[in-house]
């Protein structure tokens, strides 16, 4: 990966991990108050380094700070002595990652721990210590020298602060847009001139505040290995995880909404797929288990597909859950095609263990992962291949803060629908649409695709169109191709989105809100949870 774009925020943020270490080591060997809350922050600040070295693939540290956790939980389970004896050992330890951080920003691309260092530094005596300005090593016998000091060249800045400044700058747009309505059209010169310079320099400004939103997706890399190490050591399997596309960086606020959804798929990849040992190896596969996690862009959108090498899901076994559940009869059971069944495992209560542990089994776990990432604007599709293992797709915008979409109006009001979910647009003749059953329009133009009425799911009356065309939004929701009829279609806009309130925020239908340039408030639809669910209860 190419660390240059992150490696100043990485050396910033490490040097505040480090300090507080630093600090907690200094509490523990003065015996401070306060033991267990000390060692504690004190793995946490271990902890948190040894994630972001292991995202930015520095594997001479995270094998020291890795080799530092397991030293200090080897000495938290002893007496007071030996934990003392460990703590001092630490220390020592604290120096090395000091000093390997600045060869690193010395331009070292990995540099590595020096041999047997653990083991050595027991029989040690400190001749160093860390320099909390330059957080280089220097000798502590040395003559006395004026410190250099230096001022970082980027801060860290709270997510709220972030989030005010992108508010303002939305109001900024808003003002601009009404601005230019209450003027004359630009007709060249020093006005249009003046007006064209400002719409550049607020979507200059806009643009940056984007930029400074973004987060690599390696910033939760270690967080989900973790995860997944752990379970599988619970469940006493034996896993590796690749994780690509750590580079691909990603909105604050939209990554935080993601990590629970990944955390339930892996999960499920570890408890439900990856089998025992024994079982593997009777199947001929190799004994540790793999999961592949990777990340992509897509233009505007960002993919992320999580794999595993493991058993499968059983379609047949899925569909008895399905039935027993009541979601649905044997007969429709039976014409479900493989798209469907696989989708049936995000339904509530549904799931293919029989005995429900503290970990799964029971059916909550992929229902919160399909309402979450319907929740981010996003799709889930799944495919799995009995034996050999089930990969899950995910799809969504790379931030909802401002969001590429199409205005549309309806009898209630203005709408907005998130462009990437719109596959294309029709006019389709009224004279050719006949009605089904469940709300459900057909067109004779595309006999298999079912058409909904925006203004009959609001509940706002029927479809107002009575003759000549309605325009369509064919949109692709969970698999398949359904269609939207509106009223009419006002056209593509670049808008800010504010999230909803109570007791709006409940509703499914809704995603978030628009402040338009007339002043007036636009809701955001998500097609993906404003159709009806397929399948649904019989």
């Not at 002595?81 to 951080?101: M, N, P, Q, Y």
């Not at 009541?326 to 209560?349: S, Y």
Request: glycine letters at 10%; aromatic letters at 4%; a positive charge.
């Amino acid at each position: 990966m190419d660390r240059r774009k992150y490696l100043e925020l990485f050396l910033n943020e490490s040097r505040e991990h480090l300090e507080g270490a630093g600090k907690q080591i200094e509490i523990l060997i003065s015996g401070g108050t306060g033991k267990n809350a000390t060692l504690k922050e004190f793995y946490r600040n271990l902890h948190s380094l040894k994630g972001m070295c292991a995202a930015m693939e520095f594997r001479g540290l995270t094998e020291l700070l890795h080799a530092m956790e397991e030293l200090l939980e080897w000495g938290r389970a002893g007496n007071s002595s030996r934990l003392l004896k460990t703590v001092g050992t630490l220390e020592t330890g604290l120096e090395e990652v000091g000093a390997l951080l600045g060869l690193v920003e010395n331009g070292d691309p990995d540099p590595s721990s020096r041999t047997g260092v653990l083991k050595n530094l027991r029989s040690r005596k400190k001749s160093r210590k860390i320099d909390h300005e330059s957080r280089r090593p220097r000798n502590s016998g040395g003559p006395s020298e004026k410190p250099e000091v230096s001022f970082p060249s980027s801060i860290r800045v709270q997510m709220e602060s972030l989030d005010r400044l992108l508010e303002s700058t939305a109001e900024v747009v808003i003002h601009r847009l009404r601005l230019q309505r209450s003027l004359p059209p630009a007709s060249g010169g020093p006005p249009g001139n003046h007006q064209e310079n400002l719409r550049q320099s607020i979507d200059r400004l806009r643009a940056e505040v984007m930029e400074i939103r973004l987060v690599p997706f390696g910033s939760i890399a270690g967080r989900l290995r973790d995860a997944a190490l752990d379970l599988a050591k619970r469940r006493e399997k034996r896993i590796e995880m690749e994780i690509l596309g750590t580079e691909i960086s990603i909105d604050r606020s939209t990554l935080e909404r993601l990590l629970d959804p990944l955390f339930h798929l892996i999960r499920n990849c570890v408890d439900h797929g990856i089998e025992p040992r024994q079982e593997r190896l009777r199947a001929g596969k190799k004994s540790v288990g793999r999961l592949l996690l990777l990340v992509t862009r897509i233009g505007s959108e960002l993919r992320v597909e999580l794999r595993d090498d493991g058993r499968g899901i059983d379609p047949a076994l899925l569909k008895d859950r399905a039935v027993e559940g009541g979601w649905l009869t044997p007969q429709a059971a039976d014409r479900l095609g493989k798209e469907e069944i696989l989708r049936l495992v995000t339904l509530p209560g549904v799931s293919t263990h029989r005995e429900p542990d503290e970990v799964s089994g029971r059916g909550v776990g992929m229902d919160v992962v399909a309402t979450r990432i319907r929740a981010l604007g996003g799709t889930l599709d799944i495919d799995s291949w009995p034996g050999r293992g089930t990969a899950f797709r995910m799809q969504f915008p790379l931030t909802l803060a401002i969001l590429d979409s199409l205005l549309v109006q309806g009898k209630s009001g203005t709408y907005v629908f998130p462009l990437h979910q719109i596959e294309s647009i029709q006019e389709v003749p009224v004279g050719e649409l006949e009605r089904g059953r469940n709300r459900c329009l057909r067109w004779k133009g595309a006999p298999n695709v079912d058409l909904y009425s925006l203004d009959e799911i609001l509940g706002v009356g029927e479809n107002p169109h009575r003759k000549g065309t309605c325009p369509v939004l064919f949109l692709r929701t969970d698999g398949s191709r359904r269609g939207l009829l509106v009223g009419s279609i006002l056209g593509r806009r670049d808008l800010v989105l504010r999230p909803l309130g109570s007791p709006l925020e409940t509703m499914r239908e809704f995603s978030g809100a628009a402040i338009l340039d007339d002043g007036g408030i636009a809701l955001l639809l998500n097609a993906r949870t404003l159709l009806p669910e397929t399948p649904g209860p019989h």
